[in-house]
T-cell receptor, first 114, second 109 residues
Framework: KAGVTQTPRYLIKTRGQQVTLSCSPI?????VSWYQQTPGQGLQFLFE???????NKGNFPGRFSGRQFSNSRSEMNVSTLELGDSALYLC?????????????FGPGTRLTVT | KNEVEQSPQNLTAQEGEFITINCSYS?????LHWLQQHPGGGIVSLFM???GKKKHGRLIATINIQEKHSSLHITASHPRDSAVYIC???????????FGQGTRLTINP
């Protein structure tokens, strides 16, 4: 079974631009979560999508948004990029049954904002 | 105070040593995860625990729900075990992961 895939793997953007990152979950997994990892703050939860609906959201400004499609693929968008948005963005998928908490992580997208 | 605290933050040991990484949490949990992250960023889930103890090869994870504490042990450590180990609490209701700050482990040959 293919793992979680993320595209692109690396991205360089300029301050003020916007960016869209993509995540394809493991087949059959309906929940996709996004995380930001920075050297200063570590790993932080951004949001979770399930069945095309945002189910949970972390403490990030409205510039960070996402969506999920009917095939469970998810995208996250960051508008008006700031230098501090430079980070590794990870997505993780899980099957999402009542007892299924195990998450499978993608390789991440490393975003550099200059 | 962070909701999930790990210790130590950095650990250097010689090949073959027994390694223990600790994780304490203050939130209610549905499960606790131990994750491994190698340079380059990819994260691998090592264990998911809601009680007791799990073993996989040279790795052992334990959790004490009453004390809100978990440990990750590595027996007969090897340089390839060098990585950042992260514990993460899966919170009920909110269904999200809250992460510790990570433990950077270096095993010298």
């Amino acid at each position: 079974k293919a793992g979680v895939t993320q595209t692109p793997r690396y991205l360089i953007k300029t301050r003020g631009q916007q960016v869209t990152l993509s995540c394809s979950p493991i087949s059959g997994h309906r929940s996709v979560s996004w995380y930001q990892q920075t050297p200063g703050q570590g790993l932080q939860f951004l949001f979770e999508y399930f069945s095309e609906t945002q189910r949970n959201k972390g403490n990030f400004p409205g510039r960070f948004s996402g969506r999920q499609f009917s095939n469970s693929r998810s995208e996250m968008n960051v508008s008006t990029l700031e230098l501090g948005d430079s980070a590794l963005y990870l997505c993780a998928s899980r099957r999402d049954t009542q007892t299924s908490y195990e998450q499978y992580f993608g390789p991440g997208t490393r975003l550099t904002v200059t | 105070k962070n909701e999930v605290e790990q210790s130590p933050q950095n650990l250097t040991a010689q090949e073959g040593e027994f390694i223990t990484i600790n994780c304490s949490y203050s939130v209610g949990i549905s499960a606790l995860h131990w994750l491994q992250q190698h340079p380059g960023g990819g994260i691998v889930s090592l264990f998911m625990l809601s009680s007791g103890k799990k073993k996989h090869g040279r790795l052992i994870a334990t959790i004490n729900i009453q004390e809100k504490h978990s440990s990750l042990h590595i027996t007969a450590s090897h340089p390839r075990d060098s990585a950042v180990y992260i514990c993460a609490a899966h919170t009920p209701g909110a269904q999200k992961l809250v992460f510790g700050q990570g433990t950077r482990l270096t095993i010298n040959p």
